[in-house]
């Protein structure tokens, strides 16, 4: 399994920059798979759920630092593992209030063959009965380690939506069984290890054309990633809720551009944020149906 760790800091403030009236800011560390990085649809990096949590605890001052360092596309629930055992990640969970935990569906996706050009979709039982006993296990220990670095911190384990709209009718029953077996082991092993399972499928379900609105990919737009942030703010303080006017304006970057621009904020005097092994963030995009 992977050992290394990609460190990348979004959003990092002080504790200063906040009023001191707020009462509990949260220390916030995302942890996952793409969804928790923020891919769109298109092959970029933007604000995802994660950024948007962020963005209202911001707002509401109830947050004093965020990093989505700990976020990758392509994980699996093993490379998850994988990195939150690592020493870097335990450094940047030992402060942590707040964490969330996006993992599971690249075990899943990845079994599944998609032909966009004729909505088809085909899959193998064996092999996704041991991926899905794998999420089993591998949440569950996530969950574990999370808890032992970040004894503070307060964990949320994120569902999944269905994430082929677009194919025919026909060839939806059974990934979506799958899926929803996915997700009633994130249900099962969060609350079974003193987390909260968060739900996303019934509020995606309605529009999920439009929230997936590339048929060759499977993430979702801003208002895609806006329901999901609302979606944990209905578990975390029903109070909080993104609205569509606080989204912030779309700037995706490619991996090309993330990369650079670091290598140049790590050039400067006083860099504000850092990379480490975006090479491999970059060789990921060849993953092209997964999370």
Do not use: C
């Amino acid at each position: 399994m992977k050992k290394w760790v990609v460190t990348i800091v979004f959003l990092l403030l002080p504790f200063s920059a906040f009023s001191v009236e707020a009462k509990s800011p949260e220390v916030y560390i995302a942890i996952g798979d793409s969804l928790a990085a923020g891919q769109t649809p298109y092959r970029a990096i933007d604000a995802g759920y994660t950024d948007l949590i962020a963005g209202e605890l911001k707002r509401s001052h109830q947050l004093a630092l965020y990093s989505k360092g700990l976020a990758f596309p392509g994980f699996t629930t093993a490379d998850v593992l994988s990195t939150v055992q690592s020493e870097e990640a335990k450094e940047l969970l030992k402060n942590a209030t707040l964490v969330t935990i996006s993992a599971g569906a690249n075990d899943l996706l990845r079994l599944v063959q998609v032909n966009p050009s004729n909505g088809s979709l085909s899959y193998q039982q064996i092999p996704v009965n041991f991926a899905l006993n794998n999420v089993r296990k591998n949440i569950a220990a996530v969950i574990k380690e999370v808890k032992e670095a970040a004894p503070k911190a307060k964990v949320y384990v994120m569902g999944y939506y269905f994430a082929y709209p677009h194919v025919h009718e026909s060839q939806k029953q059974g990934v979506q069984q799958e899926l929803n077996t996915l997700n009633t082991i994130l249900k099962t092993q969060a609350e079974s290890n003193d987390a909260v399972y968060v739900s996303v499928e019934e509020a995606f379900a309605p529009q999920a054309k439009e929230l997936i609105p590339n048929p060759a990919d499977v993430h979702p737009s801003m208002e895609g990633y806006r329901i999901m942030a609302n979606a944990f703010f209905a578990q975390y303080n029903k109070r909080l809720q993104v609205r569509p006017n606080e989204l912030p304006i779309p700037n995706p970057l490619t991996f090309e551009e993330i990369i650079n621009g670091q290598k140049e904020a790590a050039a400067a005097p006083t860099p504000i944020s850092r990379v480490e092994g975006l090479e491999n963030y970059l060789s990921l995009t060849e993953l092209k149906p997964l999370i």
